[in-house]
């Protein structure tokens, strides 16, 4: 990923199911943040501002979420693991 850049993965979730997310880099520069649908709300921990390497948590209500990938500083290789139960 190139500095500045950011990229999206949608995943539509149920309310009560248990989603985790965790991001691996080289340089430990990638990270992540976890929006609502329309990336105006984002679910504690997870949001701008947090720098999550690593969250988990139940889901609060059924909805389209959106995981938007970005790099602190410089480029960034990432990989991106992502469950839900």
Same mark, same amino acid.
């Given at each position: 990923?190139?500095? *500045?850049?950011?990229?999206?993965?949608?995943?539509?979730?149920?309310?009560?199911?248990?989603?985790?997310?965790?991001?691996?880099?080289? !340089?430990?520069?990638?990270?992540?943040? @976890?929006?609502?649908?329309? !990336? !105006?709300?984002?679910? /504690?921990?997870?949001?701008?501002?947090?720098?999550?390497?690593?969250?988990? *948590?139940?889901? /609060? @209500?059924?909805?389209?979420?959106?995981?938007?990938?970005?790099?602190?500083?410089?480029?960034?290789?990432?990989?991106?693991? @992502?469950? @839900?139960?």
């Amino acid at each position: 990923m190139v500095r *500045g850049d950011r990229d999206r993965y949608y995943l539509g979730a149920k309310a009560g199911q248990t989603m985790s997310v965790k991001i691996t880099s080289t !340089e430990k520069n990638a990270v992540f943040q @976890i929006y609502f649908h329309g !990336e !105006e709300e984002a679910l /504690p921990g997870a949001g701008d501002g947090d720098d999550a390497m690593n969250w988990s *948590g139940q889901l /609060p @209500i059924d909805n389209d979420y959106v995981i938007v990938v970005g790099g602190m500083r410089g480029n960034a290789t990432y990989a991106l693991t @992502i469950s @839900i139960k």
